[in-house]
């Protein structure tokens, strides 16, 4: 695969804040401290609309809100107008908002199937973004997204907030401290209740939505309610299955801990397998619902466990979190805290929940242009476990991988699934 740029020599240039902050010194508005940031919104229906908010709280404003979905629109605007004062401007189409000059930033909360497309685009225009996870579909857009933002010098902020949240830094910067000893296995958990989704039939889609412009780069199909709001994430054609929805977090908290024990060039693994399957309900979903995920880094395993029939986790006593398990002690992070415990299980130390600010951090490196806590490099390593994981279960195999030139060395099936075809009338983006 063409690469335009090697990562390890990116992430060592990058390493200091104050290299990153040189590097990302550009911006076309000299936003100063107090100056409030304009910000576009890109999808607003569901985690869009959460973020928004959180952005507006954290001093941002949302100038524009962009939907394909006039009822989405309408039935959001009212909640960002409460929240700052003002009704922000409406907009169908995301290409008329990044030619709006005075948008400084803007949230990508769409679909993941067009998360590259508008990052690559919106780069393209000059504007930062704050991209929702997972930032990518493939491996290969990654790569894309990555060096289009150092290319450009813009901020991309990608949204697995747990980046941002106080007890998950301390958490990894413990575990990585070499208190629990000799770390050799970590494992990443979700356990949750999926309901049906039924099996509907193809319909003719809402008057208020630009059907056509949902799709995008996807595959042409047919209308169902299935594979529009929400339920997308349940079909391969739009998103990354529970490993792109939910493991990402999970699993970026093990990927932080990671970063700080080897240096954050050395965070992908060997081997990975995949196994799993649809064991919970008969409907119309394509993606597991059980899942386990082996991650082999030559000296440690990394383990991402998804049960999507209970949120019952009686030995973990969450139903998300990550843990670490070393020679000399174990560390469970989770939505409350973290709790270390010694070889005897006596609990040696804990953190509570202090919060954190995912989107107030991207405001902040908008306006300095040092690199945000889920900087794209570190985003696209996250999404990219996740790709992984994807490739060994649609192959239903083991898979070897180059963490350095990022392929599968002699694994033709693997290396194909690098990258994917996207419908003609909306080619990749080259920027």
Same mark, same amino acid.
């Given at each position: 695969?063409?690469?335009?740029?090697?990562?390890?020599?990116?992430?060592?240039?990058?390493?200091?804040?104050?290299?990153?902050?040189?590097?990302?010194?550009?911006?076309?508005?000299?936003?100063?401290?107090?100056?409030?940031?304009?910000?576009?919104?890109?999808?607003?229906?569901?985690?869009?609309?959460?973020?928004?908010?959180?952005?507006?709280?954290?001093g941002g404003r949302i100038a524009t809100f962009c939907d394909i979905d006039q009822a989405i629109l309408d039935?959001?605007?009212?909640?960002?107008?409460?929240?700052?004062?003002?009704?922000?401007?409406?907009?169908?189409?995301?290409?008329?908002?990044?030619?709006?000059?005075?948008?400084?930033?803007?949230?990508?909360?769409?679909?993941?199937?067009?998360?590259?497309?508008?990052?690559?685009?919106?780069?393209?225009?000059?504007?930062?973004?704050?991209?929702?996870?997972?930032?990518?579909?493939?491996?290969?857009?990654?790569?894309?997204?990555?060096?289009?933002?150092?290319?450009?010098?813009?901020?991309?902020?990608?949204?697995?907030?747990?980046?941002?949240?106080?007890?998950?830094? *301390?958490?990894?910067?413990?575990?990585?401290?070499?208190?629990?000893?000799?770390?050799?296995?970590?494992?990443?958990?979700?356990?949750?209740?999926?309901? *049906?989704?039924?099996?509907?039939?193809?319909?003719?889609?809402?008057?208020?939505?630009?059907?056509?412009?949902?799709?995008? !780069?996807?595959?042409?199909?047919?209308?169902?309610?299935?594979?529009?709001?929400?339920?997308?994430?349940?079909?391969?054609?739009?998103?990354?299955?529970?490993?792109?929805?939910?493991?990402?977090?999970?699993?970026?908290?093990?990927?932080?801990?990671?970063?700080?024990?080897?240096?954050?060039?050395?965070?992908?693994?060997?081997?990975?397998?995949?196994?799993?399957?649809?064991?919970?309900?008969?409907?119309?979903?394509?993606?597991?619902?059980?899942?386990?995920?082996?991650?082999?880094?030559?000296?440690?395993?990394?383990?991402?466990?998804?049960?999507?029939? *209970?949120?019952?986790?009686?030995?973990?006593?969450?139903?998300?979190?990550?843990?670490?398990?070393?020679?000399?002690?174990?560390?469970?992070?989770?939505?409350?805290?973290?709790?270390?415990?010694?070889?005897?299980?006596?609990?040696?130390?804990?953190?509570?929940?202090?919060?954190?600010?995912?989107?107030?951090?991207?405001?902040?490196?908008?306006?300095?242009?040092?690199?945000?806590?889920?900087?794209?490099?570190?985003?696209?390593? *996250?999404?990219?476990?996740?790709?992984?994981?994807?490739?060994?279960?649609?192959?239903?195999?083991?898979v070897k991988f180059d963490p350095v030139t990022e392929t599968f060395p002699g694994d033709v099936e693997a290396?194909?699934?690098?990258?994917?075809?996207?419908?003609?009338?909306?080619?990749? !983006?080259?920027?």
């Amino acid at each position: 695969m063409e690469r335009t740029s090697n990562r390890r020599e990116i992430l060592k240039s990058l390493a200091g804040t104050a290299a990153a902050a040189q590097v990302l010194n550009l911006n076309p508005k000299a936003l100063g401290a107090n100056d409030r940031i304009n910000v576009a919104l890109i999808g607003g229906r569901n985690q869009g609309r959460s973020v928004a908010l959180r952005m507006i709280a954290a001093g941002g404003r949302i100038a524009t809100f962009c939907d394909i979905d006039q009822a989405i629109l309408d039935k959001v605007s009212p909640d960002l107008e409460k929240a700052q004062g003002v009704r922000p401007k409406h907009q169908r189409d995301f290409r008329r908002v990044l030619e709006d000059k005075s948008i400084d930033a803007v949230v990508i909360a769409t679909p993941d199937h067009w998360h590259t497309h508008i990052t690559l685009d919106a780069l393209a225009a000059g504007k930062d973004c704050y991209t929702e996870k997972p930032l990518t579909q493939t491996i290969e857009e990654g790569h894309l997204v990555r060096d289009a933002a150092r290319k450009l010098q813009r901020i991309v902020q990608v949204g697995t907030q747990r980046r941002s949240f106080h007890h998950f830094i *301390s958490a990894a910067e413990y575990a990585a401290s070499g208190k629990l000893g000799k770390i050799c296995q970590m494992k990443a958990w979700i356990s949750q209740v999926r309901q *049906s989704i039924g099996n509907p039939p193809d319909a003719t889609p809402p008057a208020t939505a630009d059907y056509e412009m949902w799709l995008g !780069p996807a595959p042409e199909r047919p209308f169902n309610i299935n594979r529009f709001h929400y339920n997308w994430r349940f079909f391969w054609d739009y998103g990354n299955s529970e490993l792109g929805n939910q493991g990402v977090h999970v699993l970026d908290v093990a990927l932080m801990a990671l970063g700080k024990m080897r240096g954050q060039e050395n965070c992908l693994p060997k081997r990975v397998s995949a196994t799993g399957g649809i064991y919970w309900l008969n409907d119309a979903k394509e993606v597991p619902d059980t899942q386990t995920v082996a991650y082999d880094y030559g000296d440690m395993l990394l383990t991402f466990d998804l049960q999507s029939f *209970s949120r019952s986790r009686a030995p973990e006593g969450e139903w998300a979190g990550t843990a670490f398990y070393g020679s000399e002690g174990t560390l469970v992070a989770t939505g409350s805290g973290w709790k270390a415990y010694a070889p005897d299980g006596s609990l040696a130390m804990e953190a509570k929940d202090t919060g954190g600010s995912h989107e107030g951090n991207f405001l902040e490196c908008v306006k300095t242009r040092k690199l945000p806590n889920a900087d794209v490099e570190i985003g696209r390593m *996250s999404t990219t476990l996740c790709h992984l994981g994807n490739i060994s279960y649609h192959l239903g195999r083991d898979v070897k991988f180059d963490p350095v030139t990022e392929t599968f060395p002699g694994d033709v099936e693997a290396n194909a699934m690098l990258r994917k075809r996207y419908r003609d009338k909306w080619p990749m !983006p080259r920027v």
